[in-house]
């Protein structure tokens, strides 16, 4: 059995950051302590550096299988790791769509035999598959997933009654895309017919407007009290929305909880001018005051979890005139810096970034063993160094799409050191081309 010894390592978790050891063997987290010795180890000096659990991205998009051209399981999983991301929940909208067991195995099949970080995926609910979605082990799956309004790979589940009978029918975590599709459709229309295709990018917020998230959003939380069901609201985009949530309980204890993601946390209407539709996403990226309120909302816990949403198209998909642009864009690379230089900004604590991005993930998945630096648990940790500045450009991007929207920003931090189960993933800018991944576990 491998060992290896970090020193002098800066643990950061939701309580604090303390100076230690940490020990691992195999796999996992052997021991956490002050001066520890092993003369079978090898030993890593982590002197200033901080050590984050590895993020789990409960957001992300593949594009495996059917649209393999934009991404795959393996590039973009690489990437992660790169970002410090050692575990992600992928998202059912591929070609063909993650919504039979089989299609679900398949992709499983796929993420063991090519995946460099842990996975697991969301089985998607249609109009038509809740004979399907009772045939669902959630050992195996994070949860469902329902768009309620249409996004890429279109899986608009609209019929009321269908939608009321999976939020009775199933126990899993059910996590929601939130627009209300009659008022896009009406807003899409009236822009359209000024504009034809070529709509001006700044009317992207206002067709997928406010309105559009809050309707739908407080709908699904209706119903979700009306059944019993636990929801969880993905990429929160507008202030209005935030007061829909609650932080008077913990985070377990919760039966709707609510997630942001990192564009709607650093960008805002005013960058379109300039990024134009690289950041193009569903739900759109809003107002500055909204951007303002979702970062209240997560400071004082009524938004639980940072995800990225991560949804690759390539730059000649993005170039096309807005109605034809598809939305969505490449982050689980960045994620973690971005956040982090959020926290030299003074807008988080660290301890924050980690409860958001590690802990509560895990928690609100019920994930075994993973998103905290705890002895027995998996050794998926990322050393951090918060000295060492670099900037996002093509040749350092490692999307398969080649870009990205932070191309251009210079972060404040560097993640050198990306441990997945124990073992060695990403080193100094090079990723080891040894996997050693796991499917996702689930405390259920």
């Not at 650093?266 to 950041?279: P, V």
């Not at 807008?347 to 998103?371: T, W, Y």
């Not at 648990?377 to 900037?391: I, M």
Request: some cysteine.
């Amino acid at each position: 059995m491998h060992k290896i010894l970090l020193k002098n390592a800066q643990i950061v978790s939701e309580s604090e950051i303390k100076t230690a050891d940490i020990l691992i063997e195999g796999e996992r987290i052997a021991k956490i302590g002050i001066n520890l010795i092993d003369a079978n180890a090898e030993v890593i000096d982590a002197t200033g550096k901080h050590v984050f659990p590895g993020v789990i991205d409960d957001q992300v998009h593949f594009r495996e299988p059917g649209l393999t051209h934009k991404a795959n399981i393996q590039t973009e999983s690489r990437a992660a790791i790169a970002g410090g991301i050692t575990s992600f929940i992928e998202m059912p909208n591929t070609n063909p769509q993650t919504t039979t067991v089989e299609k679900m195995q398949e992709k499983l099949n796929i993420a063991r035999d090519t995946a460099f970080a842990n996975y697991s995926f969301m089985f998607g609910g249609t109009n038509d598959n809740l004979d399907e979605i009772l045939k669902v082990d959630p050992t195996q799956v994070a949860g469902l997933k329902l768009f309620l309004g249409s996004s890429t790979g279109n899986m608009l589940v609209d019929d009321e009654a269908v939608l009321e009978k999976i939020f009775l029918s199933t126990d899993m975590v059910i996590s929601v895309h939130c627009e209300d599709e009659a008022t896009i459709r009406k807003n899409l229309a009236e822009y359209t017919e000024k504009y034809g295709d070529d709509i001006p990018m700044e009317f992207h917020p206002i067709i997928r407007s406010e309105e559009a998230c809050y309707i739908s959003s407080s709908r699904a939380i209706a119903l979700a009290k009306k059944t019993g069901a636990r929801l969880h609201v993905f990429h929160l985009s507008t202030g209005k929305e935030t007061v829909l949530f609650d932080n008077s309980i913990p985070l377990e204890e919760k039966k709707i909880t609510a997630e942001v993601c990192i564009h709607h946390l650093w960008f805002s209407d005013e960058d379109y001018a300039k990024k134009g539709t690289n950041i193009k996403w569903n739900p759109a990226v809003k107002k500055a005051s909204d951007r303002a309120q979702l970062w209240e909302a997560l400071l004082d816990d009524r938004i639980d979890v940072i995800a990225t949403d991560h949804a690759p198209h390539t730059i000649e998909e993005k170039s096309n005139p807005y109605t034809k642009a598809p939305s969505g864009g490449p982050l689980v690379q960045h994620a973690l810096n971005a956040m982090i230089q959020a926290h030299k900004a003074g807008k988080i604590s660290l301890e924050k970034i980690v409860q958001k991005m590690c802990h509560n993930p895990a928690r609100l998945f019920q994930v075994k063993d993973r998103g905290f630096i705890k002895e027995g648990f998996y050794a998926d940790l990322v050393l951090v160094d918060l000295g060492k500045s670099w900037e996002v450009a093509k040749d350092n991007i490692l999307y398969k799409c080649g870009w990205s929207p932070f191309e251009g920003t210079t972060f404040d931090s560097t993640i050198t050191h990306t441990f997945v189960n124990g073992n060695l993933a990403y080193a100094n800018g090079k990723i080891s081309e040894k996997r050693h991944v796991k499917q996702l576990e689930f405390n259920r």
